[in-house]
C-alpha cells in the first residue's frame, strides 16, 4: 500500500459538480494506492502510521489533534514509468482487491477514533486541496516492514 499524505488547510472531493467528501476543518488529504501483496494487515498498520505521524503543528500527529482525513482511492500510485512514454498498471491490484482494502484503510482509521471522509472508488474525481506547509510524505507498506 502507498499513501501521498499531504497536510492541508482545506480539501474537497467533487464527482459529478457535487462535493461527496471534504475535510471539516484542517487534517490530512491521503490519496492511496493499492499493490497486489497487500491484506487487512498492512491496511491496518499503514493507517495506524499515518495516524500517529507527528506532521503537524508543534511535531503534533493527527491523533493528537483529533484531525480529519479525506482518503481518496489513487491507483496511479503504482504507475511504473521505466520503458517508453506510457505508463503501466499493472503493480496496481485490480479493483476487486483494491477497493475492499481501501475500504479495510478507512475502516482501521475509524477505528483508531479518526474522523474520515472519503471519495467515491473508481469515479472520475476533482481532488481539492490547500497544502499546508508544504507538507506531503509518502508512506510506503514496503518501507514499514513487518
Given at each position: 500500500m502507498r499513501v501521498v499524505v499531504q497536510r492541508a488547510l482545506s480539501g474537497q472531493v467533487r464527482v459529478a459538480g457535487e462535493v461527496v467528501g471534504r475535510?471539516?476543518?484542517?487534517?490530512?488529504?491521503?490519496?492511496?494506492g493499492v499493490t497486489h501483496e497487500?491484506?487487512?494487515?498492512?491496511a491496518a498498520q499503514v493507517a495506524s502510521k499515518i495516524w500517529g505521524l507527528r506532521?503537524?503543528?508543534?511535531?503534533?500527529s493527527a491523533a493528537d489533534e483529533d484531525a480529519p482525513l479525506l482518503v481518496?482511492?489513487?491507483?496511479?500510485?503504482?504507475?511504473?514509468?521505466r520503458k517508453g512514454r506510457r505508463p503501466s498498471w499493472s503493480a496496481a491490484a485490480p479493483r476487486t482487491v483494491s477497493e475492499p482494502l481501501v475500504e479495510d484503510f478507512v475502516a482501521a482509521l475509524r477505528e483508531l477514533g479518526a474522523h474520515v471522509e472519503t471519495g467515491i472508488f473508481g469515479a472520475d474525481m476533482q481532488v481539492e486541496l490547500i497544502n499546508d506547509g508544504p507538507v506531503t510524505l509518502i508512506v510506503d507498506s514496503a518501507d514499514l516492514g513487518g
Open positions: 475535510l471539516p476543518r484542517p487534517g490530512l488529504v491521503l490519496l492511496v497487500d491484506n487487512p494487515q498492512v506532521i503537524l503543528t508543534d511535531e503534533r481518496v482511492s489513487q491507483f496511479t500510485l503504482y504507475a511504473n514509468v
